[in-house]
């Protein structure tokens, strides 16, 4: 049962306009909601988070938004660049008993920026 | 550079053949996360380190185990290996701080063949 899901696993956008990456969740006990941007042969590495009491937040050209009625967040990239092309999971994080965090991740969305 | 060092990057093992995966981390964390990544699908947590003590996932097979000699290193042993055990695992490390999401930190991950 997947709690945390990326219903497209692919986009194609064009170098400088808007990428809109989506995800979806199904627990709302979620605290802290994350995105990690992946490169072929690397690990995955974060990119920015947003806590449950917010619904947005910035930096630099990445924002997220959270909209909790709807159990869905969204990761914003603008300008596009062809650097940005990668593999982008969301992940939920969820209190461990033993005080730490254990994500729960999506199924990942592949973003190809082209000139 | 502090980092989350794994190796092999490539293990080829036999169907039932024993293997062991290694990670290695100079950030000093005190918890370290073994997850498993099937092609298509979300990474998903084994077990995890909270310095000694060692917590498993519910639904992680009785085929994984891991041990953790000390703070540096964390291994994962797969006693038989099935074709369903192909995948890539991931080794990630955290710092654990009370009260405060903890960032995860990506190895680059071993990509395991049974054959």
């Known amino acids: 049962d997947q709690q945390v899901k990326q219903n497209s696993p692919s986009l194609s956008v064009q170098e400088g306009r808007i990428s809109i990456l989506n995800c979806d969740y199904t627990n709302s006990m979620f605290d802290y909601f994350l995105w990690y941007k992946k490169y072929p042969a690397e690990g995955p590495t974060f990119l920015i988070s947003?806590?449950?009491?917010?619904d947005k937040n910035e930096d630099g050209r990445f924002t997220v938004f959270l909209n909790k009625s709807a159990k869905h967040l969204s990761l914003h990239i603008v300008p596009s660049q062809p650097g940005d092309s990668a593999v982008y999971f969301c992940a939920a994080s969820e209190w461990g008993m033993d005080n730490t965090d254990k994500l729960i991740f999506g199924t990942g969305t592949r973003l190809q920026v082209f000139p | 550079d502090a980092m989350v060092i794994q190796n092999p990057r490539y293990q080829v093992t036999q169907f039932g053949k024993p293997v062991t995966l290694s990670c290695s981390q100079t950030?000093?964390?005190?918890?370290m996360y073994w997850y498993q990544q099937k092609s298509s699908q979300a990474p998903k947590l084994l077990f995890h380190y909270y310095d000694k003590d060692f917590n498993n996932e519910a639904d992680t097979p009785d085929n994984f185990q891991s041990r953790r000699p000390n703070t540096s290193f964390c291994f994962l042993d797969i006693r038989s290996p099935g074709l369903g055990d192909a995948a890539m695992y991931l080794c990630?490390?955290?710092?654990?701080?009370?009260?405060?999401?903890?960032?995860?930190?990506f190895g680059p991950g071993t990509r395991l063949t049974v054959l």
């Open positions: 950030l000093n964390h005190n918890v």
């Open positions: 990630a490390t955290s710092r654990d701080v009370p009260s405060s999401y903890n960032e995860q930190f």
């Open positions: 947003i806590s449950s009491i917010k």
